[in-house]
């Protein structure tokens, strides 16, 4: 019989590149002030109807993945201030471009070892505020850009690097 294990959040991990103007990347936990965080995958789903056919055929031709944040302001978290430059010079076009690495840490792939996607990404802020006597929140989404790299993320020492899948390892 099968083994079957619960996922948990944490093991799916977001890290966005805090630096994307640097040479190298710097990628930030996304975690510290955020509760919750789910990926859309949006697909976009059309109809077709054939002249030999009286029903419609459905057809998926792409996706427009947005991941959402609520994140509470803490000053000092790396992710944070990097989202909260952006909004205050209300970032367009490039600016606002990033690279965001999925990991999945519940695919442990070898030790310190684990499947994951880049993305490049655009990063648009919704909100900043909140209702008196609370903590400041902003909510952003994370919209990818393009089709993601595959490979994998290891991470040592508190450091995390990617890898992308050679062709010849996707097929």
Same mark, same amino acid.
Do not use: C, W
């Given at each position: 019989?099968?083994?079957?294990e619960?996922?948990?959040r944490?093991q799916?991990?977001?890290?966005?590149d805090?630096t994307?103007? !640097?040479?190298?990347?710097?990628?930030?936990? %996304? *975690?510290k002030?955020?509760? #919750?965080?789910? =990926?859309a995958?949006?697909p976009t789903?059309?109809?077709e109807?054939?002249?030999?056919?009286?029903?419609?055929?459905?057809?998926?031709?792409?996706?427009?993945?947005?991941?959402?944040h609520?994140?509470?302001?803490y000053k000092?978290?790396p992710?944070?201030d990097y989202? !909260?430059?952006l909004?205050?010079?209300?970032a %367009? *076009?490039d600016?606002?471009? #990033?690279?965001l =690495?999925m990991?999945?840490?519940y695919?442990?792939?070898?030790e310190?070892?684990?499947?994951?996607?880049?993305?490049?990404?655009i990063?648009?802020?919704?909100?900043?505020?909140?209702?008196?006597?609370n903590?400041?929140?902003?909510?952003?989404?994370?919209?990818?850009?393009g089709?993601?790299r595959?490979?994998?993320?290891?991470?040592?020492?508190?450091?995390?690097t990617?890898?992308?899948?050679t062709?010849?390892?996707a097929?």
């Open positions: 019989m099968e083994k079957v619960r996922i948990k944490s799916f991990a977001e890290f966005l805090i994307p103007s !640097d040479t190298s990347k710097t990628y930030s936990r %996304i *975690g002030g955020v509760t #919750t965080g789910s =990926l995958y949006n789903v059309n109809d109807h054939y002249i030999d056919e009286d029903s419609g055929t459905k057809l998926l031709d792409g996706y427009a993945p947005v991941l959402g609520e994140q509470t302001a000092g978290n992710v944070f989202v !909260d430059s909004r205050k010079k209300r %367009i *076009g600016d606002a471009k #990033t690279t =690495l990991v999945y840490i695919d442990k792939q070898s310190g070892v684990y499947a994951a996607e880049e993305q490049d990404v990063i648009s802020i919704n909100e900043f505020g909140g209702d008196a006597g903590p400041v929140s902003i909510t952003f989404d994370i919209n990818f850009s089709d993601p595959v490979g994998t993320a290891t991470i040592t020492d508190g450091k995390i990617f890898t992308k899948q062709e010849q390892e097929e």
